[in-house]
């Protein structure tokens, strides 16, 4: 489990954080926010607050005494108990991306199937950067859509023992995936005492909770599974074009969805979200890996900690329609912020390609590359008097070189990360190897990777009831 | 002129730096540094340090007195006043790759020529973000060595009206930049007061000046020219294994330089340089953009400062052969923390590609494109009250859109960075638009850009004045 070893790089003023806090009590208490859901409409209102039709007005303290009730940190178990992942502090995870109708891999952008979709589980599974596969790694369109689901879980469950996010497209869904939960880890009680899978709940910003959502927070919460609630939140579009507007926005909606959740199950797990981004002021269209983007993200890191909560964000985000220089360049613009701000939970750190419509095999393991190599720059620097290698200088002495030094000899294997997709080759040697640049070589590595995967073990019995349960979930779904 | 207006992020403790500072004060004291030149060890001996031979043994508190007489901040002078650059504090100013012999464009990699240096020094006249098309943007290997300092000299001073670097390839070659430098800025007199050239000072490392390079610091410090006194570490080979060990050894090279530059005169600006990364162990090739080379950058800034000293780093780094996703990462991972760190004085900003071995037209626009996105950025953050925009929140409502507030209307011109470079395009008019990427975009911009350039004025005596040296000097240096 990666520890994020590096301050956190704070950039908001003791004076900045309290007008945004200003800010967010202002937007629950004189606009409120909508839930679309007559049960937290329900909890809200015997909590006091003003609730008229689907709209609620807070008071501020209200919501900082359901939110204190909130775990600043705590564990989502995996099957496999080295990939149990620690939520908060100074712990990272990473999951791949989420949520793409459409694959992309070498020249070809087609829809995203089934297959696609084991086989991304199974890239998630080989890299040992990545915390998770995610949830919704790619949409399986060539799956029934009632029941995709529970192919999806299967899919997560067995293919990798990491762990997985929870379905949310209803209540129903949120259901099946604890239903699931609970056959792989041992029965109801073992995963409220010990959660096991993290859903992804958003906001349908500005200032709305929609009904699908929130009856799958439901199933969660009332389980004890972490849900992280996020403001979705793409500048111009959802929230004003302005960063402190959008910060504001960000922590009213966070805070009250992670209030819903404690009147749901007081210290229910949950995760402040962000998703941060601006749009293209001509053109409408999202952007990713912007400079605005960045700011915010820096500034969410800072802003949930004060809250004392977990916080979530992402990843290797680019508009990019191929993995070229610009996908790089946007996926380390999010990706590097992401280590400064000290983010606990890292969606879409692998394979996001085009705003988020596509998963992309090479993108994936370029991903996978710039995490390793940002895991290797937060590591913890240890400058002590050995460090200082004052013995290799009396060696080398002047103008010498430290290839042969007892020193060097002594470290050589451990002392730089080496990265497995970046190509330090001269350039003839590049050439007689190909010439191939870095979504090529990504290429090759996708198809090793899958060649190379071995199936994690898994106990029989529990197998074949999952199986069981998706075959039979399936046909009372009427698919 | 840009200013980082964001904290520097800053990761060595108190204890850590006075490790360091045990570990530079040894070096220097017990193991010494060589100046190979009569004149430097003449000055040294004189002013009371242990010279044998070309080894000088220095008493550490002597540095720090030299080096306190070098001004914190100073400016370099270009001749057209808008492009003058400040030198410290929180300005950043930005200069062209320097030094590669080779240049790429599009698929094709050759000998650079005196008329790709003028291309870049072109391109570099026409990209507001940078600040210098810096010294030898690539080798024009087709002009005739012994004068073609001359040349590149030239194109620099008529081409562009930015502040340029001198060339340092001997004394004489420096002795003829200060000549120019005078033509251009009205006698020594003039440049002496306002400084009109920077100039890179590599250190031979491990601990060892060379002559050439220390007749070159002798010129431009007595003409009270910046020099940028730069420890060349490539970890590995030129320095230890070890991040620490290589940051002492940087201390020790780099103020041993300065010192010489106080020697020669006393408050000469002088530049705090950093080229630091790693090589890969088992091939021995340098890499860059690595983990190792980001953590070293952002300790090093910390370490200027303390020092008091404007600092020096680089810039778009990367080993990769081709402008692909690679090069886009790697040169982030070195330009983002150049702007954590807050360095001062930022070479190879635009165009390196291919370990420095190439100046590419396409990673040229890409850099540009990353500068940009970062010096947005790094914009101040103003959080007021009326940053929060509660007017559009009460205007727009729940689960409504920004797109047409009037916040929005007033702002969107101006309110987020918009990209030259980047897409965002959806895919299907991407590929309307030619299904280009990142680097095919970049080569039209380098072809508008070229087409669209105009040739900044210049006073018709200075220009004759200046073409007159250069054939005279040329004729007696005998090419």
């Given at each position: 489990m990666f520890r994020n070893s590096l301050p956190h790089y704070e950039i908001l003023s003791q004076e900045a954080m309290a007008t945004l806090d200003g800010g967010w009590r202002r937007l629950v208490s004189e606009i409120g926010v909508e839930f679309l859901s007559d049960r937290a409409l329900e909890l809200f209102r015997a909590a006091g607050q003003k609730v008229e039709e689907n709209n609620v007005r807070f008071d501020p303290e209200f919501l900082l005494e359901q939110v204190a009730k909130a775990p600043a940190e705590f564990d989502v178990t995996a099957r496999n108990p080295d990939h149990t992942v620690h939520i908060g502090g100074d712990a990272m995870a990473f999951g791949g991306v989420y949520g793409p109708p459409f694959v992309r891999q070498g020249e070809v952008r087609r829809d995203a199937t089934m297959a696609d979709f084991e086989n991304f589980a199974r890239l998630a599974q080989s890299f040992p950067a990545l915390d998770s596969a995610g949830?919704?790694?790619?949409?399986?369109?060539?799956?029934p859509l009632d029941s995709r689901h529970l192919d999806m879980t299967y899919a997560l469950q067995t293919l990798t023992d990491k762990i997985y996010m929870g379905n949310v497209v209803s209540g129903v869904n949120a259901a099946d995936t604890i239903r699931m939960t609970e056959i792989l880890f041992g029965g109801r009680e073992a995963i409220e005492r010990a959660p096991a899978t993290i859903s992804l709940i958003n906001c349908n910003s500005p200032l709305r909770w929609d009904e699908r959502m929130l009856e799958a927070q439901f199933e969660y919460s009332a389980a004890n599974q972490p849900v992280v609630l996020t403001p979705f939140l793409l500048m111009g579009a959802m929230s004003p074009v302005s960063i402190p507007a959008t910060l504001a926005q960000q922590i009213a909606e966070a805070l009250t969805g992670i209030a819903l959740s404690q009147l749901i199950r007081p210290g229910a797990p949950v995760i402040f979200g962000s998703f941060l981004s601006n749009i293209d002021?001509?053109?409408g269209s999202p952007c990713f890996g912007t400079p605005e983007s960045a700011v915010g993200l820096l500034c969410t890191g800072q802003i949930a900690r004060r809250f004392g909560l977990p916080v979530r964000s992402g990843g290797g985000l680019t508009s990019s329609q191929v993995p070229d220089a610009q996908a790089g360049y946007e996926a380390l613009m999010t990706m590097l912020p992401t280590f400064l701000a000290g983010i606990n939970w890292v969606m879409h750190?692998?394979?996001?390609l085009d705003g988020g419509l596509v998963a992309s095999y090479e993108k994936f393991v370029i991903d996978m590359q710039i995490l390793e190599m940002l895991r290797a720059e937060f590591q913890p620097l240890e400058i002590t008097e050995e460090s200082l290698a004052f013995d290799a200088h009396t060696e080398v002495g002047?103008?010498?070189?430290?290839?042969?030094?007892a020193h060097t000899l002594e470290r050589f294997r451990e002392c730089f990360y080496r990265p497995f997709l970046s190509s330090s080759d001269n350039y003839d040697r590049w050439l007689r190897g190909g010439g191939l640049d870095a979504a090529q070589r990504a290429s090759t590595v996708v198809e090793r990777k899958l060649a190379e995967y071995r199936r994690p073990e898994l106990d029989a019995g529990i197998e074949a009831e999952l199986a069981d349960y998706v075959t039979r979930r399936r046909r009372e779904l009427g698919d």
């Open positions: 949830g919704v790694i790619c949409e399986p369109n060539d799956a002021m001509q053109s750190s692998a394979g996001w002047h103008g010498g070189h430290f290839l042969g030094a």
